[in-house]
């Protein structure tokens, strides 16, 4: 039997100490639904009087090296932070801490699946959809001797005890979501998103996420991690993508969908701005003039079409 966990809508009094932030990975240039989402954030955590953090989501090597330009655009869209810029690549030791906290709890094990077996046990029938089955929950130590002795290494997934998970989300409501055995810390020794993301919210007193609503699956997972490690479930905004003219999500192979190709053509950072607050009911040229206007309970709910002439048009996905 499914069990069933609910982050309550969350009723508290703000403290000073609250905070929202934006946390992108430093892979490439900022597009402009990245910026779309950043000026949210920052009018969102602003508008309630929170401090607005930025975190750089580093921990994977092969995904960095963008980090200078993509702080350059979010100054020139008119976003100021509050304190210095955090990188998970230098806050290793917290995430461990956590797993050791989760291992001393009895609530993880040892994944020695590939990829490619993971996804055929998800093709199985009666396999939930998207959800790891717990091929290697009940490995004995001599099965795990074996695999190692093959040269597989070891993932660590969390040992779940819920199926289910219900947020709070300001825009989307009561959301019931899966949870399964997810990732703790890769193969590879890098920690898992998942982890990362519950364990530096927590510790810089993040009580406000605003991020793409493409994330929302993903949340219940990460409000019952919170709640495993003792850890307070934040606020949620899942806000909406801006996609393409085929309602696929917006990537950099769009056209000149960042800073600096706008810039190339001859746009201004206010021109920029001007079109991001248009996308969202308003007419301002600067963030300033966003926020003095900015109310959460008017935002659209519908992603938003970024045409073939590079103009963000009101539009339902087909």
């Known amino acids: 039997m499914a069990i069933v966990r609910l982050s309550s809508r969350p009723s508290r009094a703000r403290t000073e100490l609250d905070a929202g932030r934006y946390a992108p990975t430093p892979s490439g240039d900022l597009h402009l639904g990245n910026l779309r989402t950043a000026l949210l954030a920052w009018a969102f955590a602003r508008s309630t009087g929170r401090r607005f953090l930025l975190r750089m989501e580093d921990l994977d090597p092969a995904r960095t090296g963008a980090e200078a330009r993509q702080l350059a655009d979010l100054a020139a869209i008119g976003l100021d932070w509050d304190g210095p810029v955090v990188r998970q690549s230098e806050r290793l030791p917290h995430y461990q801490a956590a797993i050791d906290r989760l291992t001393a709890a009895g609530h993880t094990y040892e994944c020695f699946c590939t990829r490619k077996e993971i996804q055929q046990a998800a093709t199985a029938p009666h396999a939930p959809m998207g959800a790891y089955p717990g091929t290697c929950r009940t490995l004995t130590e001599s099965d795990r001797a074996a695999l190692r002795a093959q040269g597989r290494q070891a993932a660590l997934r969390l040992r779940s005890t819920a199926t289910e998970f219900v947020i709070f989300d300001y825009l989307h409501g009561y959301y019931r979501?899966?949870?399964?055995?997810?990732?703790?810390?890769?193969?590879?020794?890098?920690?898992?998103?998942?982890?990362?993301?519950?364990?530096?919210?927590?510790?810089?007193?993040?009580?406000?996420?605003?991020?793409?609503?493409?994330?929302?699956?993903?949340?219940?997972?990460?409000?019952?991690?919170?709640?495993?490690?003792?850890?307070?479930?934040?606020?949620?905004?899942?806000?909406?993508?801006?996609?393409?003219?085929?309602?696929?999500?917006?990537?950099?192979?769009?056209?000149?969908?960042?800073?600096?190709?706008?810039?190339?053509?001859?746009?201004?950072?206010?021109?920029?701005?001007?079109?991001?607050?248009?996308?969202?009911?308003?007419?301002?040229?600067?963030?300033?003039?966003?926020?003095?206007?900015?109310?959460?309970?008017?935002?659209?709910?519908?992603?938003?079409?970024?045409?073939?002439n590079g103009l963000l048009q009101r539009s339902r996905c087909p």
Do not use: C
């Not at 530096?200 to 605003?210: F, K, L």
């Not at 909406?240 to 190339?264: C, F, H, I, S, W």
């Not at 009911?281 to 109310?295: C, K, N, R, V």
């Open 177 to 308: 979501g899966q949870v399964d055995d997810l990732v703790l810390r890769r193969g590879d020794g890098i920690p898992a998103y998942n982890l990362a993301v519950v364990v530096d919210d927590a510790a810089q007193g993040i009580d406000q996420v605003v991020r793409a609503d493409d994330l929302l699956p993903s949340t219940p997972r990460q409000a019952y991690l919170a709640t495993l490690l003792d850890l307070p479930v934040p606020r949620y905004a899942h806000v909406p993508l801006v996609l393409n003219a085929e309602g696929q999500r917006l990537a950099k192979r769009d056209g000149a969908v960042t800073m600096a190709d706008q810039l190339a053509l001859g746009s201004t950072p206010e021109q920029i701005v001007a079109l991001l607050a248009d996308s969202l009911g308003y007419t301002a040229t600067t963030a300033a003039e966003l926020l003095d206007s900015f109310d959460p309970a008017h935002l659209p709910h519908e992603p938003w079409i970024l045409d073939g």
